[in-house]
């Protein structure tokens, strides 16, 4: 028997992206060592509030119970982040753009922007971290230097050389 989906499954478009750096990988890490630490405190409470009597009237307990539950599942979730995590490794060859490189390109105007290609999860663009997944990260993966790419946004093409890889 197959178990129903909701309808925010059924609409959900995005694949999961598990790409993300070491960096971000030891940020996970130590996030998730702070609650796993501040996990028995929280379970202290909560034992303690319980020993007060009537749990509907009991706000503290309540409260305690909830932010237990918070602590838990979020651990949860950085757990299983963790455990489905894809390293981005440095790339060490520049001929063509990979996940992880950094490009420098030109526009139209002649201006140079520079962009770093990683996971959805990392990206800033106000940083020049782009997605894998964006228009303009599907459009450089694969290219090599001196190539121009055009990808769509809103409703103009928009066009740029390859000036560096690093």
């Known amino acids: 028997m197959q178990i129903p989906k909701r309808k925010s499954e059924k609409n959900n478009q995005f694949k999961p992206d598990y790409l993300i750096t070491k960096a971000k990988f030891e ?3 130590k996030n998730l060592e702070h609650l796993l ?3 028995p405190g929280a379970a202290e409470d909560v034992a303690r ?3 007060l009597g009537d749990f509907s009237e009991n706000a503290e307990y309540q409260l305690a119970k909830g932010r ?3 602590i838990n599942s979020a651990i949860f979730s950085l757990e299983q982040e963790l455990n489905k995590a ?3 490794d440095s790339q060490k060859q520049t001929n063509t753009v990979q996940l992880g490189h950094r490009v420098t390109v030109t526009n139209n105007q002649n201006q140079q922007k520079i962009y770093q290609i990683l996971g959805s999860k990392e990206t800033n663009p106000q940083q020049g971290i782009i997605s894998h997944n964006s228009p303009l990260g599907t459009a450089l993966l694969g ?3 001196g190539e121009t790419i055009s990808f769509k946004a ?3 093409e928009v066009f740029y050389k390859i000036i560096r890889i690093e």
Request: charge should be positive; avoid cysteine; charged fraction near 40%.
């Open 27 to 29: 940020e996970l890490q």
């Open 37 to 39: 630490k501040q996990r």
């Open 49 to 51: 509030l319980s020993q």
């Open 68 to 70: 237990l539950r918070g």
């Open 86 to 88: 894809v390293i981005i």
């Open 143 to 145: 290219k090599k230097i």
């Open 154 to 156: 809103g409703d103009k």
